[in-house]
């Protein structure tokens, strides 16, 4: 059976196919962000805590040069085979070089139910993939746009990438878990730490519901962006596998870095493609991220992956 918090999701997509009237208050939704963010920060960090090695430069390293190649490699995909424009084509690059904090989640708590070791620096893993895909996308649309393009500079859209609220409490949680430790800080962490999978339980139920909203809007126009969003999440994965193996990450943190390759942004992109590629359409991309790419990765990437390293 499926991990019960993805069971939440479930249910969450179909409360909202068969148009129920259950709803999670915005409010609560951005609370239950904000403690997932952080708690996330802090399990990463409490796990550095007395564990930071020379080595994990070149690791880190190591994953932001895959932050900026998978975006490039992407765009032609993108522009011949799914037939985008350059404004989608470029918007999908930020999309899909991006990373989804919410699939991270799932596989952070897929890793830690099988027993997996997961290394503290696999939270960083979050920052380093999620800016140079970003940048790569607006860079490409740059080049290919031509002079009809409505473009606006890069460092709005990094000043944005690297001051959002997930970043902040992520790289904070770290900072502050690798300073405290499990003993001195245990009368917060203990606390969130014990609520982890209920936060990410409820988390999910807004998900559900949201990407099933994205789902109802599927045209029979769009199948070239259907099949792209089901089978570029286990090929992208590949390249997360071959780098944890390489590197020699811990058998969960490949997991987990798998996950992220094969993930797509449904909060940070869209905010950095509306600012910086206005001609792109932001509703197919949602529907590709969010609609399709995300519950595949929940239900079946995450234990895909898994099975793929031989666990």
Known sequence: MPDIVVMFFLLGVVAGLVRSDLT?????????????????????????????????????LAIMVLGFVLPVLLYPVLRKLVKLSVADSASFVAHYGSVSAGTFAVALAFAQNRGLPVGGEATIYLVLLELPALLVGIILFRRFAGDTAKQSGAWPVIRHALTSR?????????????????QQGAMVTD????????????FLLEMGLTAAEALTNIRRSHWRVVVFALVAPPILSLAGLATGVLLGLPVGSTVILASLTASASYIAAPVAVRGSIPQADLGLAMLASLGITFPFNVIVGIPLYTWMLGY
Not at 192 to 202: E, R, S, V, Y
């Open 191 to 202: 606390l969130l730490m014990a609520g982890f999978k209920a936060i990410l339980a409820l």
């Open 166 to 182: 997930s970043v902040i409490l992520l790289v904070g949680g770290v900072i502050i878990g690798w300073l405290y430790g499990p």
């Open 24 to 60: 999670i208050p915005k409010a609560a939704y951005d609370v239950l962000s904000l403690l997932l963010m952080l708690t996330i920060g802090l399990k990463g960090g409490i796990a550095l805590h007395g564990n930071v090695t020379g080595g994990m430069a070149l690791q880190m």
